[in-house]
């Protein structure tokens, strides 16, 4: 049906028999392991010469998260938090019945 334009008959091509692994003549090893060993080095200098990518900052804005506006509003006139703070207030009699009637607690429990 088709010809073949390419007549490649058995007769032309040399006869070779079955090579084994063994048997590989050592330059046709020699040049592959040279082949792979420039192929690495080549490929070790390509990573160790790229060039490091510039870092750049976010050009956005700063927003603060708007949860915690109001803490320090109510951190700031909470209790005193220590007993030279509680003497200086104007409730300072208060604070002193007020750490008295505690440490009575405590002793009692």
Not at 30 to 41: D, F
């Amino acid at each position: 049906m088709y010809k073949d334009r390419h007549k490649t008959d058995a007769s032309d091509s040399a006869q070779s028999g079955p090579m084994f692994v063994d048997y590989v003549p050592d330059t046709t090893m020699t040049k592959r392991l040279l082949e792979i060993l420039n192929k690495k080095i080549l490929l070790d200098k390509l990573v160790r010469h790229s060039p490091t990518p510039v870092l750049r900052r976010s050009t956005s804005p700063h927003v603060p998260n708007k949860r915690y506006m109001n803490y320090l509003l109510l951190t700031d006139e909470g209790e005193p938090e220590c007993y030279d703070e509680a003497c200086l207030t104007t409730d300072a009699s208060k604070w002193d019945l007020a750490m008295k009637d505690e440490m009575q607690s405590l002793i009692s429990n």
